[in-house]
C-alpha cells in the first residue's frame, strides 16, 4: 500500500477537534478525540506526547493573538487593543476558560503576546512587581468578562419589588445581553487602565 501524500492528522486539526468538544459538552478525553477525529489515541500522542495538558496549551496558542506594538504607541492604548483581542478570541469559547486557568501558561505564541505586553509596560515606567501585578490584573478581568459575555439572558432573578434598584437598573438595560456585556467590559477597561496608571513610578 502507498504511503498517503499528506499525513492524516496535524496539531492544529487535533486542537481544533479538541476545542469543539469543549464547546460542545465542556470538557474532552483523548479517547472521545480519538472518536471525533476518526484516529487512534497512539495518533494523537504522536503529534502531542505531553497529552490533555499539551492539546489545551495548543488551543491557547489557537486562541490567542495580542496586537503587535508599533513605535510611539502609547502603554494604555495598546493595552486596550491587546485586552479587546483576547476577550474577543475567549468570549468565543467560554468552556474553555476553566480549562486555560488551570495549568501553567507554556505555548510560545501565547507567551510572546505576554511579553510584548509586558515590554510596552516597563516602557512606559512599570517596575517589574507593579508590571506582574498590572498583567494579572488585566488578565483576570478579561477572563471574567469573556464568562461573561456567555452568561445567560437573565444574570439575575427579577424582583418583585418595585422600589428594587437592581431591578430598575435590569430593566433600563433591557435584554440584550451581549451589548451589556461588552459595555460593562468598555467601561471596566478604561477604569482599570485609569487605575493601573497609579502603579508606575
Not at 437592581?166 to 461588552?182: F, H, M, W
Amino acid at each position: 500500500m502507498p504511503r498517503p501524500v499528506a499525513p492524516l492528522l496535524s496539531r492544529e486539526q487535533i486542537a481544533s477537534a479538541a476545542l469543539e468538544l469543549i464547546d460542545e459538552t465542556g470538557t474532552f478525553t483523548l479517547p472521545g478525540l480519538a472518536r471525533r477525529l476518526g484516529v487512534s489515541a497512539s495518533s494523537i500522542y504522536y503529534h502531542f506526547p505531553g497529552g490533555r495538558e499539551a492539546i489545551i496549551e495548543a488551543i491557547r496558542g489557537f486562541l490567542t493573538t495580542g496586537p503587535a506594538p508599533t513605535t510611539g504607541t502609547d502603554w494604555q492604548t495598546y493595552a486596550q487593543e491587546w485586552a479587546r483581542e483576547y476577550r474577543r478570541a475567549f468570549a468565543r469559547h467560554p468552556k474553555v476558560v476553566p480549562m486555560l486557568t488551570a495549568q501553567t501558561v507554556s505555548d510560545p505564541r501565547t507567551l510572546a503576546t505576554y511579553e510584548a505586553l509586558a515590554r510596552v509596560l516597563r516602557d512606559a515606567g512599570f517596575h517589574e512587581e507593579e508590571l506582574l501585578h498590572a498583567v494579572t490584573i488585566l488578565d483576570c478581568f478579561i477572563l471574567g468578562s469573556a464568562l461573561d459575555a456567555a452568561a445567560p439572558l437573565d444574570v439575575w432573578a427579577a424582583s418583585d419589588d418595585p422600589e428594587s434598584a437592581l431591578g430598575a437598573a435590569i430593566r433600563t438595560v433591557g435584554p440584550e445581553p451581549e451589548k451589556r456585556s461588552e459595555r460593562s467590559f468598555e467601561i471596566g477597561l478604561r477604569l482599570l487602565l485609569t487605575g493601573l496608571a497609579e502603579l508606575r513610578t
